[in-house]
């Protein structure tokens, strides 16, 4: 099973970044991050380093880029988040699970 994470940010600190895109390393296999054309280019290189830049212009619309960033993801399933949180450990746990289990055998009881 692959996992990939569509990330959403317009240019957010590179060290909530970071935090995040190492935390959920160990269940994602690829990470798609949307930049709108205000992203300093400093953080598109960065975030190159870590997986798809999915460039799209700002609209004032957030989900203009969360969509960009989904078509971009080629997992088995797809972790949604922003840098400015964190997934639950029993949300990752249960990533985790899946990986490990038949479909039949699994189910989902975190908050």
Do not use: H
Not at 41 to 58: H, I, M, N, Q, S
């Amino acid at each position: 099973m692959t996992v990939s994470a569509s990330v959403l940010g317009k240019d957010p600190p590179l060290d909530r970044l970071a935090s995040l895109v190492e935390y959920v390393r160990p269940v994602v296999t690829q990470f798609a991050f949307a930049v709108d054309d205000r992203t300093r280019p400093e953080t598109v290189d960065v975030l190159a380093g870590w997986g798809t830049v999915v460039p799209f212009t700002w609209c004032d619309d957030f989900s203009a880029g969360r969509n960009a960033s989904l078509a971009a993801c080629t997992g088995d399933w797809t972790l949604i988040v922003d840098p400015d949180e964190l997934p639950s450990r029993a949300m990752l746990d249960f990533v985790e699970q899946v990986d490990r289990s038949e479909w039949s055998d699994v189910t989902w009881q975190g908050a």
